[in-house]
């Protein structure tokens, strides 16, 4: 054991009755070192060997002579010790004497005489005190070893107390001059926003919110500050930010928290960028030192030009597309996300719209300058019916009428075609046709060319020979054209015209030969096409004259109603169309329908609304026969949809909405982000190896005794300060302790800036050292969750415990938080990001802190799952306790702590987690239940014992102050009788 080996207390004491009494001492030293850990961030366990007693003016005194930390845990029911590091005199037992009996021992020769040959003998040390104290009556030394709880913080810290004229401690004092002072010297600055900084300003060691910028701001501008750290808020970070850019800007710093986590937490963050050893601790000094040369040696400025070139592309890329989704289009007077929330409305009515029409520039102009009162007409043309009917209902679909009377004339009309004037003209017709040997006619424009035919051949018959047809007559018809053949010869042009002249009726004059040849030649050819018979004769059959009229007659009505449905096209004309459909249409058009009821109004109405561009969207409301109810929100749909389809083929920025792109492009910059942000501490880390190489090349007395202290295991901060002082400041610019060790620092050391860290955890007198020695004082801290209280270091009774509780109310004031913001000015951060039910947050939120805190939602609460879980332990029954009563920590309790743990570690390792109990005995039951079990899991070893922010930890309710987890497991750790 002395050899710094590991042992059990069962080891050492083998006597059972002993044992028993030397168990429940163990427990309220390893409970109090706990507390004097967690909560004060000191190391108070020690192995006193040789214990001095002695009175003084009627008081009596106890001390040991010499000191060796010693480690002490919990090992199931026993306890395991360590002794570590090497031993020293105990300091205020050669201040005690020296005060009191004028007696100065030198510690460093009494210290040697408990060394010899390498081996640890304290009993020369003890003979050597009692030499000295011979002639002190009652004074006694006992060769005893005793583990406790040995510390004693208050006379370093009054020593330390001096040069107490610093414009914050004066201020805080009531000096109004200070206090004009600093508030004539504080002059906020704006924090350049992070879409505008250049990437070589960016070198944060993590991310931080615009809160915590403007935070980081003031503090680089040297401001001194007071910061409001709301839980969740990233308070632990900031103060990694603020310690890194500092540093950066050549800086020293002090932090100080009077909590272990904390100072751990800021120590992790730092090494987890690279950044091992900056901050420095008295208790670590020389392997901090040790990893701040490593890191110095092994330190290589990254590449990061490409990168920063390709985030400042990527950025000004988002950017833009940002811009371009919040800007206002001119055209129409909303930005692609307003579309979007319109849209979204109009999909979330009961009935939503389903029009995939696009309008135009042309409509979307008129329904940006007036989209109610176009609403208001096509409401007003759906209530006349206007959608009733469709293309496919009535033939009237889409007619528009000046008038009413045009209206029923054109209905008139109709109804006399379907009903009278064109079954007469295909029954006199088909009779006509069925004499020749032409073929049956297919429209009524072919029958109009049958006619035209036919009576051309009937006045031709009245002037040539039918032989006229029997053959071809180019040649006579070239004969007598100006323009012949020049190869036909005088004879043979004769001749073809006297042969002309003998097709002619006789007593027949022919004025223009030519022109006649001509047409009976088309009319030959055309009789060739539409007879059935090849090579007959064109003959007249009887009644040509009667059809004719007829056909005209029905042929002008056709026409008329062609020129009223708006026929454009010749294959839309109704004379064109087959005999079979322009029946059914003519019928169609004949039956009676409500389509023509209104026609004028509507027609009104309609022609606005088409000269508005929206007739499109018109016709397909008739197709769908959309009620009157939904065409406005029809309208809606096709404005916003087409406007924003306008708007994302025509601003490049949005890149079209093509989501592959945009998600592409946001990986492409996440990825260059985190490689910037990740290269803020390398980047730091180079600097600081530069300094340290510059340091080594100026200073060589001073690291060759840097070396020989780091080699002897002698390196003392008061003899690195004193052989080193140029160095020790370049290789730790960084100090990370207590407010209760801060007086261990040389009087000579000063700091530009001092980080208080949960500052309304202790009084502004524990932190008066801290400040005195820095111009630039920023507190982190939270009035809420923090409030000082009184402790003692030593191992009491339960008495002691509770009377120092009763006084820890009227210490809240006089936090050095509180103190401070009277003084200096406050800046919070308000947005939480440790995500959580609004089960406790909302109730926290609205209790304690007026709403101020700024959650992230939970993705449970949108899913209707709560955050708070209740497990009823069925079996958690005991036998009560014989002093206390209270059935304290049931086994079944334990058993189902140990499985919602273990499920944590398997389903959530990433995340963080915390066991509270009320219960002391139960929080030591459940920590030992749960190594137990994970040392049969060896896959879970990292996120029980691995190196983390927020490790696991099993804490009572009053070690639990100011901790905070992502998930929190609450044991009551008490029970029922058997009997209920």
């Known amino acids: 054991f002395i050899t710094g080996q590991k042992i059990l207390l069962s080891a050492l004491i083998r006597d059972d009755v002993a044992l028993r009494k030397a168990r429940l001492a163990a427990g309220r030293v390893t409970d109090k070192a706990t507390e004097m850990r967690t909560v004060r961030g000191l190391e108070t366990v020690h192995l006193g060997v040789g214990i001095a007693k002695w009175q003084f003016e009627g008081e009596s005194f106890c001390a040991p002579v010499l000191l060796r930390p010693l480690a002490i845990r919990r090992y199931g029911r026993d306890f395991e010790l360590k002794l570590k590091r090497h031993p020293f005199v105990n300091g205020e037992l050669l201040a005690a004497l020296r005060a009191q009996f004028g007696i100065t021992i030198d510690a460093r020769t009494l210290l040697d005489l408990s060394q010899s040959e390498g081996v640890f003998k304290p009993q020369p040390v003890i003979d050597r005190l009692r030499q000295m104290v011979t002639g002190v009556p009652g004074f006694v030394v006992q060769p005893r070893l005793v583990a406790s709880s040995f510390h004693n913080v208050a006379r370093h810290m009054v020593a ?112 987890r960028v690279g950044l091992a050893g900056l901050a420095t601790t008295p208790q670590l000094l020389r392997r901090n030192l040790v990893e701040a040369i490593s890191r110095n040696e092994a330190a290589t400025a990254p590449a990061l030009r490409d990168i920063d070139d390709a985030l400042v592309r990527l950025r000004g890329v988002l950017l833009n597309y940002n811009e371009a989704l919040t800007h206002k289009d001119q055209r129409f007077g909303a930005s692609a996300p307003d579309a979007l929330r319109a ?97 049956p006619y297919e429209t009524i424009a072919e029958l109009g060319v049958y006619l035209r035919l036919l009576m051309g051949i009937r006045d031709t018959l009245d002037r040539f020979s039918p032989e006229v047809f029997d053959r071809s007559i180019d040649e006579i018809v070239a004969a007598h054209s100006s323009r012949s053949d020049d190869n036909m010869s005088a004879g043979n042009r004769r001749r073809l015209r006297k042969l002309a002249r003998e097709y002619v009726r006789p007593g027949v004059h022919i004025t223009d030969m030519y022109a006649r040849l001509v047409q009976i030649q088309q009319q030959r050819v055309l009789w060739q096409r539409y007879s059935t018979v090849v090579g007959a004769r064109p003959d007249v059959p009887i009644g040509i004259a009667d059809v004719a009229n007829t056909f005209q007659t029905a042929y002008q009505g056709l026409d008329e109603l062609d020129r009223v449905l708006g026929a454009q096209h010749d294959s839309e004309r109704l004379r064109s169309m087959p005999l079979v459909t322009l029946a059914r249409r003519t019928t169609d058009l004949a039956r009676e329908s409500e389509v023509l009821k209104n026609i004028q109004e509507r027609t009104t109405i309609v022609e606005r609304l088409r000269a508005a561009g929206l007739e499109p969207l018109l016709e397909d409301l008739s197709e769908r026969h959309v009620p009157v109810a939904h065409v406005a929100a029809e309208l809606e749909q096709a404005w916003w949809q087409s406007a924003l389809e306008r708007m994302l083929q025509t601003n490049q920025a949005l890149l079209s909405a093509n989501t592959a792109v945009i998600e592409r492009l946001e990986a492409d910059y996440r990825l260059v982000d985190d490689a910037h942000a990740g290269a803020g501490g390398a980047l730091l880390a180079t600097r600081l190896a530069d300094a340290w190489r510059l340091g080594v090349a100026e200073h060589r007395a001073e690291a060759l005794a840097l070396r020989e202290l780091l080699r002897s295991g002698e390196a003392s901060l008061q003899s690195l300060a004193r052989q080193a002082p140029s160095l020790l400041g370049v290789l730790a610019p960084v100090w990370v302790l207590s407010p209760y060790e801060v007086a261990t620092l040389p009087p000579e050391m000063r700091f530009d800036t ?50 120092i509780a009763s006084a820890g109310e009227d210490l809240h004031e006089r936090s050095a938080y509180l103190q401070l913001r009277k003084v200096l000015p406050e800046l919070a951060l308000t947005h939480s990001y440790r995500a959580g039910g609004e089960d406790l947050t909302n109730l926290v939120n609205s209790r304690f802190y007026g709403g101020d805190i700024v959650s992230l939602p939970w993705a449970g609460t949108f899913l209707g799952h709560s955050s708070l879980t209740i497990e009823f332990v069925a079996d958690g029954q005991g036998l009560p306790d014989q002093q206390t009563g209270a059935v304290e920590s049931t086994d079944g309790e334990v058993d189902r702590v140990v499985q919602l743990v273990l499920q944590h570690a398997a389903e959530r390792p990433r995340e963080s987690l915390m066991v509270l109990t009320a219960s002391t005995r139960h929080s030591v039951r459940v920590q030992q239940a749960v190594l137990q079990a994970f040392s049969k899991l060896p896959q879970y070893r990292d996120f029980l014992l691995g190196e983390r922010a927020e490790p696991f930890a099993v804490l009572t309710l009053e070690q639990a102050m100011a901790q905070s987890r992502d998930r929190v497991i609450f044991s009551v750790g008490y029970g029922r009788t058997p009997h209920g």
């Open 343 to 439: 849209l979204t409305r109009l999909a979330a009515l009961p009935q939503p719209p389903t029009t995939t029409v696009r309008l135009d520039d042309r409509a979307l102009g008129h329904l940006t300058l007036d989209r109610s009162s176009i609403a208001e007409d096509i409401t007003e043309a759906a209530r006349l019916g206007q959608f009733e009917y469709g293309p496919s209902d009535s033939p009237w679909y889409g007619v528009s009428f000046t008038t009413t009377e045009a209206a029923r004339s054109a209905y008139s009309l109709a109804v006399d075609l379907a009903e009278s004037q064109l079954p007469r003209l295909i029954s006199q017709a088909n009779e006509l046709i069925e004499q020749t040997t032409l073929r």
């Open 160 to 271: 330390d107390a001096r040069a107490l004229d610093t414009p914050v401690l004066q201020a805080v004092c009531g000096s109004e001059i200070a206090k004009g002072q600093l508030d004539a010297a504080y002059r906020p600055v704006t924090a350049t926003h992070p879409n505008e900084r250049a990437p070589e300003a960016d070198r944060h060691l993590y991310d931080a919110d615009a809160e915590q910028d403007d935070v980081l701001a003031q503090i680089v501008h040297g401001h001194s500050v007071v910061v409001r750290t709301l839980p969740g808020t990233g308070g632990t970070q900031t103060v990694v930010n603020t310690i890194g850019e500092l540093v950066r800007a050549g800086k020293r710093v002090l932090v100080v928290s009077p909590r272990r986590s904390t100072l751990d937490g800021i120590s992790h963050r730092l090494s």
């Open 754 to 803: 001092t980080v208080l860290v949960d500052a309304g955890a202790t009084t502004l007198v524990e932190n008066v050292g801290a400040i005195r020695r820095a111009a630039q004082i920023v507190a982190f801290g939270d009035e809420v969750t923090q409030t000082p209280s009184r402790f003692e270091i030593a191992v009491r009774g339960n008495g002691t415990d509770d009377e």
